[in-house]
């Protein structure tokens, strides 16, 4: 493990977790590669007085937010919240979203710079928010982008509220505005509510690297918005990737962040030299991230060994055409070896990942099996998630699932379907499925 980071940034460090022994001609390695930024918050208050940090907010104000009344109230107490959450010398904006984006606050396609004058001025013109219209959100984000993009601040954010589906714009316009938003901007989303699009929502924060839930009670946006913003508070860097370097013969076969949550990241690589490809990781504050790594080698005999990967975490300079900055560093080791029981043990990490991986695709495709009436199917994956959140002690998922099924053994993943399931519930086990448990500490 090496640490490359300058002294005014958060510190980062890589540590690889890996069974590093394959057996003769054995082709797969995987490893679980651990990114840990730690010290920047200090260097985060300051940062931020100094402009580094832009955020938009997108409230969905289409007709639909108006019954019941309190979602539309509930919009305005949140925003207002996040608001009040952001650190003197933010840029920020406010878009109010329909079938058309327009500005709130400050307009005339500017972003203004919170103090405690802006903030009041922003707060009161939050009241003059009216729900009418339909719904088109890549509207909303390619304004937002358009706010975020005259800000050098390294930090650039977005939040974005719905209760309804994406009804007056095409699936292929959202998703060439995700594409072409990706990478400019981070972006939370929520749903409010019932009625929103649960694939919708978790793809926009998927595809701009933020994060995605349900707020059933409108009562509880408040909160929501302002653990947000404070989040969004606590980042200090932008922009960083992770850097897969692999030998002749060796191909990554897939990148996934499995923790806090898991969000493929293999489609999402951008070529970086000879034999490495970047994988983006968006925005860092004092926190720990895991990723899944699948690497294909060349076989070889028992006694050899050889560098199956590099992984790197790197900054693009601020400076076109200048190197990136490296941040840390990890191996990924490939030894051959006749001994059966070194090559079959599986490392305590990678296991656990694995499962979790799995839990969140048996959640997706049990509740799709519901949807369709399937019910062997449904009974069987969700089953199958019920036991997978059993043995890895993942509570939290374990109580979202007991919502949607009886569970008879959750050891051997025995359950029956639940005849009535309120909606909120089944939305926020959809919209959660992803999120994932640490490896328990022996």
């Not at 990942?353 to 495709?365: D, K, N, R, S």
């Amino acid at each position: 493990m090496a640490n490359f980071a300058k002294p005014s940034a958060p510190r980062f460090s890589v540590e690889v977790y890996q069974n590093e022994f394959l057996p003769e001609g054995g082709r797969d390695v995987h490893a679980i590669v651990t990114v840990t930024a730690t010290g920047g918050a200090t260097a985060t208050r300051a940062s931020v007085a100094h402009g580094t940090a832009a955020v938009v907010i997108m409230v969905d104000c289409s007709g639909s937010m108006e019954y019941p009344p309190d979602k539309m109230r509930g919009a305005r107490e949140a925003t207002a919240a996040a608001i009040d959450t952001l650190r003197d010398g933010t840029s920020f904006a406010v878009i109010a979203g329909t079938h058309v984006a327009k500005e709130v606050y400050p307009g005339q396609g500017r972003l203004a710079v919170a103090d405690p004058a802006t903030r009041a001025q922003a707060k009161e013109a939050l009241r003059g928010l009216s729900s009418g219209g339909g719904t088109a959100i890549g509207t909303w984000l390619r304004l937002a982008d358009g706010l975020l993009r005259q800000s050098s601040a390294a930090i650039r954010h977005g939040i974005l509220l719905t209760d309804g589906r994406n009804e007056h714009e095409e699936p292929a316009v959202l998703r060439a505005t995700l594409d072409a938003c990706a990478g400019r901007f981070t972006c939370d989303a929520r749903g409010v509510g019932t009625d929103w699009e649960v694939k919708e929502v978790t793809g926009i924060a998927s595809a701009l690297l933020g994060s995605a839930d349900i707020v059933a009670d409108p009562a509880h946006l408040a909160g929501d918005f302002t653990r947000m913003m404070e989040n969004v508070m606590g980042k200090e860097v932008a922009d960083v990737s992770l850097r897969l370097w692999t030998p002749v013969g060796a191909e990554i076969q897939y990148v996934k962040q499995v923790a806090p949550a898991v969000q493929d990241l293999t489609d999402r690589r951008t070529e970086a030299g000879p034999r490495a490809g970047d994988y983006p990781t968006g925005s860092w504050g004092d926190e720990s991230r895991e990723y899944h790594v699948c690497v294909r080698v060349p076989g070889a005999a028992v006694g050899q060994e050889m560098l199956a990967a590099r992984a790197t975490l790197v900054l693009p300079s601020a400076v076109p055409g200048e190197p990136v900055t490296n941040l840390a560093q990890g191996l990924v080791r490939a030894v051959w070896t006749s001994d059966l029981a070194a090559s079959t043990a599986m490392n305590p990490q990678v296991a656990h990942y694995t499962g979790q991986a799995e839990l969140a695709e048996a959640i997706q495709q049990g509740l799709e099996a519901r949807k369709l009436g399937d019910v062997d199917g449904a009974t069987a994956k969700l089953g199958r998630a019920v036991q997978l959140a059993s043995a890895s002690g993942n509570a939290d998922t374990a109580k979202l699932l007991a919502k949607v099924v009886d569970v008879v053994d959750a050891v051997a993943g025995t359950v029956r379907l639940k005849a009535k399931v309120a909606d909120a519930d089944e939305m926020t086990l959809e919209t959660r499925s992803t999120q994932t448990v640490r490896v328990k500490k022996t």
